[in-house]
């Protein structure tokens, strides 16, 4: 496959889409990002890198760090992990209420913010320095010792975050999170506050699409069958309400952030990481998500 | 892969839960199932077709029947069918009422019985003689002239069917009914109705795994990508409400009935149908879903 | 208490309000009706009428009707009419599904669409000719023999009641109807096609303002803690999802119906009907909730 | 009417009810309470007041203060309150995300949590020194100067609060809070926290029961029709998902709180304090409601 002139093809076809789709503003610092930013990079197993525009600047992972969370708790928990949270997707916003009541505090999965609350707290329990091991486990992972928690972006969050407080409160109410609701919040907000670049992602994803070798970074060990079982709950929950739509327009496990960034796998054969703060009318970005959706249509390649 | 001695394994392995379950008996057809059945078959692109147990008696297809009941729709329609219904998961039992009203009569996707019911109303729309058309269709993707209704079946599930009548009505009131509800549903049951082996089924679904030959029987065409995405919704919604559960314990398209069937796909690879009557809390064939799951695990492939 | 001037005074200051609200269209019999008409009439207990504009001219019913079957059933069945539908308001749309799922099929109470349907089942089954009982009662009550069904604006409701065809099969579904549901929507829609006049409105009323004589019309018998009971659902449930503001604004036990009615009463004192085809958003009459809200701030009387 | 031997015989007949009912312990100082307390207290407009059993011990006023605070706030904002929130029936439990989340933040009535949040948020914007104006008013409406916070009671609560804090903060998302969050659940349960007896809550109502004179009160002014629909108020959302029932038995305007207070009122006439700490399934009182249902029904006496 001649990933190269693929890369090349869709980011001449994206170009069209500037400026469609809305940028996050709901704090400055993600309103202050230049929306004008597209970047591509994909990453084979057997070592090769294709890149394209804006692939080395960072941006924040947002959403996408749930990933790398939900690797460390559910290598650390097992399969207990999901006596607190299901792995169903939600059928609803990512970030609603509704549910989460009516189902007694159980999120429906790790990917919407109450599931991810819930694992920030299952972190916290289990780790004497959670920032520090996140940390050191996603530098592991993708093997780049400069990564870091952008600490404004967190505390800006946080000032804001009304909603992700009234959702930790109320999994609290249902005795689903054991720590301090303050604890929780802060460390989710810095585990989203992690900036990479598309190079830096799609090194940082290709693990998941490797089920040949063990997975094990910084301590943080899944089997084969754990790592499959991840991309399962991407490909079924890592778009909030669209992941229908992603898995029938682009046909790969992958998961969103409302910084605009997406990461998604072809097991087997490559990880990819696009980047374009404008987001749809879902809040995946819109070009990533068109970016994609070329990717496998002009490699005829997908999951299915 | 010796998928003959992964067979085997399966069916000496699931001995074991026979009696767990409990049969659908909301209509006495189902009910005089003998409900110790357990058939599986497995059939490569390459010819070769692997099974065990019952695998030659016929079971009701139920649900599984709206995976053929789409490609006609998805055929005729193309695109535009989505204007209609959705393709994301509903998160919700797939026969409520709740999500239809709240977004207005648009089915969350075709899987649910809304959605299928939408999918009764075009293809009568659109078609001469659509229990006619359906069938020559199935016995032709399955090569096998005999597959037919089973009219009392169908009778008898209409004459009880309070719920999918008031979804019908949802329906019409939202506009999203175009014909007359009573032809609707009739057209509907009888779809659900059709009988089929697992050696059968297996055939139905083999050209949903084959990306390389053209989808085309007795007129119902489908671009490689059509049934890629087909395969997509399977994925996300073919499970009701377990199909987080489903892709993360097996990983693979598919659709189940309460009939007790279940049909899947590896893409590239095979298809494969189980069948045992007994259903787990969710709706699904207990036993059917512990085969797909040993399935993949005994041959480490998945879509993931 | 000066009532004629205060009617009069009602009637002149409403003047300004014709031309604003929306008449009911969903069926051409309703859409046919001059939606200028304004009529009111207030009667006494001690046998003074008053009354303004359009008193005289009939008009089709509609929810009000719900009044009379229930003190039909309720006479019947006592509490436990209770066991199969509540007496709190529901806090939703008259017609949603939505609580009615989430409750397994026991309405709110007797005055959103599906506890009117359930009551129609209760009467049917009670009953050797309830259509012939029903419009005895309500003639009996008004003491006007003339008073019939519409049988044209019954029919022309059943052949586009998608929706209440939809709650009729909900309830049936979770057994909260016993005989056929057609039989039930028929009988529905013809108590709901009921003609008065508010001078024959407010003399079947008049009987739930006076708890000095006992309650016996026609067989139907209630004793006068069972008129009040009566009383309190109409404040609490009369007026949908606008109780609250119709109890706030005019402090009456009351009911209204889509027809543009409104019938109320002022217990010890009164009995009092208007009508006027427009509707505000909530689907009770305009002109008629504000002629009530005049009536209780000139006079100073309200339940309050 | 001969109320000394009505109380007198409430006292006696509830007796049988002894020991029924679960008192709220969720905060120690709530459990701590002798549940086998049982006071009333009637006191009529013409200065006749009648009480049995613990009229004299003061308890948690906990939800009952909601109606102090909506007359203050009433008072201050008049009919620009209801921007801010409803005044409908919710037909859900008084500490439900799912409505206000549905409802874009705006609270069903001023007697749920999330409306009273609201009107803390009111009353601290607009007076200097909120917690003692407060205890200012319900003191000079009780004409009692000794009736105080408990401020253990309150801290108890806000440790705890767990829901409260979801609800606020949810509020605080929609911009309808406009204050610091931990500042209006401060105040919110300072007030919650006021105790009274039956005696001096008796006295606390009474104006609400007197339209012939003004209601004035330590700069707390209402008009009479205010007056009025404060009752309304009270009539249809004073009994959280209970006020049809309390309606249908009882047939006055109320106010229940979790302590086991239940206050009443029948305009004209008198106003009632009952209280006993047990609750029934719906968290009022359960003798408390017994007795008040007794009191109309002997008395003959009610709105309706």
């Known amino acids: 496959m001649d990933y190269k002139s693929v890369i090349d093809s869709i980011f001449a076809q994206v170009q069209d ?6 940028q996050a503003t709901y704090i400055p610092a993600l309103a202050a990002v230049n929306p004008e930013h597209i970047g591509l990079c994909l990453r084979t197993l057997d070592g ?8 080395q600047v ?14 460390m708790a559910f290598s650390m928990q097992g399969d207990s992990l999901w006596t607190r949270m299901g792995k169903e997707p939600s059928g609803a916003a990512f970030n609603s209420l509704i549910q989460l009541e009516l189902e007694n505090g159980i999120p429906r999965n790790p990917f919407i913010n109450a599931g991810a609350l819930v694992m920030a707290d299952v972190l916290i329990k289990h780790m004497p320095q959670p920032e520090n091991q996140f940390l050191d486990f996603v530098r592991s992972v993708s093997h780049c010792p400069t990564i870091n928690f952008n600490y404004g972006v967190a505390l800006s969050e946080r000032s804001q975050a009304y909603l992700n407080t009234a959702i930790a409160n109320l999994l609290k109410y249902h005795g689903n999170i054991d720590g301090d609701i303050e604890r929780v919040l802060q460390f989710y907000f810095l585990m989203c506050s992690v900036e990479m670049s598309c190079e830096e992602l799609s ?18 060990r899944l089997t084969s069958s754990q790592v499959k079982r991840m991309n399962a709950i991407m490909q079924t929950c890592g778009f909030y309400d669209e992941a229908g739509e992603f898995s029938f327009l682009v046909g790969l496990p992958g998961k969103s952030g409302v910084g605009g960034g997406i990461a998604a796998i072809y097991p087997g054969q490559y990880a990819v990481a696009v980047w374009s703060p404008r987001l749809n009318n879902k809040g995946n970005s819109l070009i990533g998500m068109k970016s994609l959706e070329l990717l496998t249509t002009l490699t005829a390649q997908s999951i299915f």
């Not at 889409?17 to 809305?22: D, E, F, P, V």
């Open 17 to 22: 889409l500037r400026g469609k789709g809305t």
């Open 48 to 55: 090769q890198v294709y890149q394209a525009g804006d692939a």
């Open 203 to 220: 090194q940082a994803f290709l693990p998941f699409a490797d089920h040949t070798r063990p997975f094990d970074y910084n301590g943080v």
């Open 58 to 71: 960072r941006f924040s992972l947002q959403s996408i760090s749930k990933v790398f969370a939900l690797a």
